[in-house]
Structures are given as C-alpha cells and as structure tokens.
C-alpha cells in the first residue's frame, strides 16, 4: 500500500454566528487542504501503470466534487441573518447544512471524496497556516459518517410512520434505475392531486394508512428481501418527501446499515435533511395535465441540496398531451443534459390484454419519434413504465 497526497487552495467566508470571539462577524480565510489516498499501485501496463492515481485526474476531481464550487464562496450552515441579504444580491453563496468549521468540513470532503469512490487515507484542512483539523476515512466510517450531518441519534425503532403498501421484489419500471430488482416501501399522503395519479390509494383518504413502526417496516422489508437478495428499495407513494423527522430518520438509517440502496421518487417540491443519505432520487415535476403542474422554481430547493450532497439524481416526466410535451420542454430548457439525466415516458400505460399493450407501445414510439426529430432534445431518454407492460397496471407490481 501506498500514501499519495495532493494539497490545494481555496479562498472562502463563513461566519460562526454564536461564537464568543471574533469569528462571529463575517470574515473570510485562505484554506489549504491536503488530500491524502491510499491504494497498490497499478500493476497493469497501461498509460497508468504505477500510479494509484493520476495526480492530475485527483485534482480534476478534487475540483469538481466541490472546490470550484467552494471557492470565494460564504460557506453558510444556513440559519445565518444576512443570507436572504446576500442571496437577494446573487453573491456566491454554498449552503452546507452545518456549522462551516474546519473539523466540520474536513470530514465532509473526506465524504463526499469517498462516496465518490477515491481510496481515500485521510483529509487535513488548514483554516490559518498554523491551525487544521484531520480526520482518517476509517474513524470517518467507524463512525458512520460525518459527525456534522446530525445523524439521529439514537435511532427510533418505536416511532411511526403512515404506510399505504409494501410489495416486491418486482422490476423497478421506470427511469434512472428501470431493470432494477427492487422492493418498494409506498409511503401514505401526497401534496399534490394529480388527475391521473394511478396510486390515488396512497393518499385519498378510502383506504387508511397503515401506521407502522420503523421496526415493523424494516422487518416486512427484510422478510420479502432477502431471500431472493433483493438489495434495492424504492421510496415512492404519494411523495415520500412529505415525511420528516426522528421516525423517517431513523428508517433510512437503518435500511442503511441493512445494507439497502435506497431510490427515491417524488414530484420535487419537497426536500427532507434524510435525502442525503440515499442513494438515488427520481425527481418526476408534474405536467400541466396533472392539474397541478410543478414550477422549475418549486424543484430547485430539492436539485441543490441533492447537488451539495452528491446524491445522483434524474429528472423524469411522464407525458400525457402535447401541452405535457412544451412543459417538459421548458424544464429542460432549465436543467438541461447532459449535465442533468433525463428521463420521459407515456403516461399510464397498461396491457391487460395484447390490444392494450400494442396501444402502449404504439404510445411510446411517439415519444420516440418526437425525441428523435427534436434538435433541442440531445439528451432526453424516451423510456416506457415497463413494469405495466409486463404486468398491467396493478397494485403490488
Ligand atoms: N415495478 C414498479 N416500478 C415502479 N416505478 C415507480 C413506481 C411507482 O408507483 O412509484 C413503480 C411501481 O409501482 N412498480
Ligand atoms: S404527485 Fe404522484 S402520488 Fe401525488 S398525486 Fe401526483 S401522481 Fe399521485
Ligand atoms: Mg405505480
């Protein structure tokens, strides 16, 4: 095993609001940083025979995974007075959720580094020239991860959580993760009504939610997962971002440390502190047939925090009209790929018999040929709800 390490330098501000000294006022501090890794060399004998890694590929990552964005930023926790002053003002502003400390951010960057995949051996952080905070990946991981991100603490098995439906393994149906063997926890209540919402179950008041304790659910889930290795949970509903707190906390918490990969789907208006524990988020914005549709602006809370935390996310919309299709349009013009995945498919497909299906897929290769014939659309990925057209469009598939 071999140590490399790379050092880099930023400038930001922050301000410690409550502090008793000086650091309350807003000031700012010319950071280093020392990124230390630790792996075999490369034995193959290819362009990267004997590295652990390319220096110059550790600082394109280093760069990209947040220093870019860091630098000559105010390195906010969030609560600090003068930020709605300063957003009004469009300054550069990285809202980080947690108190800008240097104890605290050396163990973000080891994470958001190690989740990125780099074999990371520890992060040092120099606020001043002669004062830093370090942290080792392996305490890092002892302990579950950063110590900043208010993990709950202890975890609430007891507490209960509104469930309208818990079903698998099937074959996740749509976008980002569509073939994944997944089980899916459907959670009760939504905060829109769309017109053709096909899971009106899990939120219009005729069937009661079941209300669950996180042990109670992750035990269902255990039950129907494991023995056919199912790994994968799908957080759908309703919107399952309506739900937050010490129970919603401790449930992902938990599926976590069973080992689980969680995929989240929701329309995007909210946006839950536990979302940056997940693995994946579908972000589905309503359309104008919904009856409701979904702004840019009510989504973008939602894409920057997911953005801040390195939390892989798609977009996904599902097309009834061709009003459906200008929205889409729009939204893409907003967060536009290849910087942002995105995903379209028919609405409600079913295939009850071969004439539904041939409907279906009939359906969806218009969308195709729209994609297709539309310069603007480079990078939308036409998909059909698959799982509907294996299955028909029934609970508990
Ligand atoms: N197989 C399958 N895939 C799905 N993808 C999203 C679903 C949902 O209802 O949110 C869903 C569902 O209900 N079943
Ligand atoms: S956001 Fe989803 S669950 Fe809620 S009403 Fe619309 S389609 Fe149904
Ligand atoms: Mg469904």
């Known amino acids: 095993m071999v140590q490399i390490a790379k050092e880099f330098e930023f400038e930001a501000a922050h301000q410690l609001e409550s502090h008793d000294g000086q650091c ?34 550790l600082k394109q990552r280093v760069k990209a995974a947040f220093l870019d ?8 926790k969030g609560t600090e007075a003068i930020l709605p002053q300063m957003k009004s003002q469009g300054l550069k502003i990285v809202e980080l959720g947690f108190r800008a400390t ?43 991860g950063p110590s900043c991100y208010n993990r709950p603490k202890p975890v609430c098995l007891d507490e209960k959580l509104p469930v309208s439906e818990i079903f698998g393994p ?15 926890l459907r959670m009760y209540g939504c905060d829109d009504h769309c017109s053709w919402c096909d899971s009106t179950y899990a939120w219009d008041g005729q069937e009661a939610p079941k209300h669950w304790s996180v ?49 989240v789907e929701t329309q995007g208006t909210r946006n839950p502190g536990w979302l940056r524990e997940v693995d994946a988020v579908t972000i589905s914005p309503k359309p104008p047939s919904s009856g409701n549709p979904t702004s840019a602006a009510a989504v973008l809370p ?23 299709f200008d929205y889409m349009k729009q939204l893409y013009r907003q967060f536009p790929g290849p910087e942002y995945p995105w995903y379209v498919q028919p609405g409600n497909s079913n295939a ?13 290769e218009e969308i195709c040929q729209r994609i297709l014939q539309d310069p603007e659309l480079s990078w939308v990925k036409p998909l059909p709800q698959l799982h509907t057209w294996l299955w028909g469009n029934e609970r508990g598939v």
């Open 102 to 144: 240097a104890e605290n951010m050396c163990q973000h960057i080891a994470w958001l580094l190690y989740k990125q995949g780099l074999p990371v051996d520890s992060v040092r952080l120099y606020e001043t020239r002669t004062s830093y905070a370090q942290v080792a990946m392996e305490d890092l991981l002892r302990q579950g």
């Open 170 to 184: 099937t074959i996740q149906g749509e976008g980002m993760a569509i073939g994944q063997k997944s089980l899916f």
């Open 352 to 364: 009850k018999d071969t004439f539904e299906l041939a409907q279906a897929v009939s359906r969806y």
């Open 69 to 76: 964005e860091w630098d000559h930023a105010f390195l906010a």
């Open 302 to 324: 939602l894409v920057r925090r997911l953005q801040q935390h390195r939390i892989p996310f798609s977009f996904k919309v599902v097309l009834f009209t061709e009003e459906d």
């Open 24 to 57: 309350a006022n807003i000031h700012g501090h010319s950071y280093r940083l020392r990124v230390t890794l630790k792996g075999s060399p490369r034995e193959q004998e290819d362009a990267k025979e004997g590295f652990v890694i390319d220096f110059k590929e």
């Open 215 to 263: 042990e109670q659910i992750v035990q269902k889930i255990q039950d129907l997962g494991q023995s056919c290795g199912c790994r994968y949970i799908t957080l759908t509903g309703g919107n399952p971002c309506i739900h937050e707190g010490a129970a919603m906390n401790s449930l992902i918490t938990v599926l976590k440390k069973y080992g689980y990969h969680i995929g």
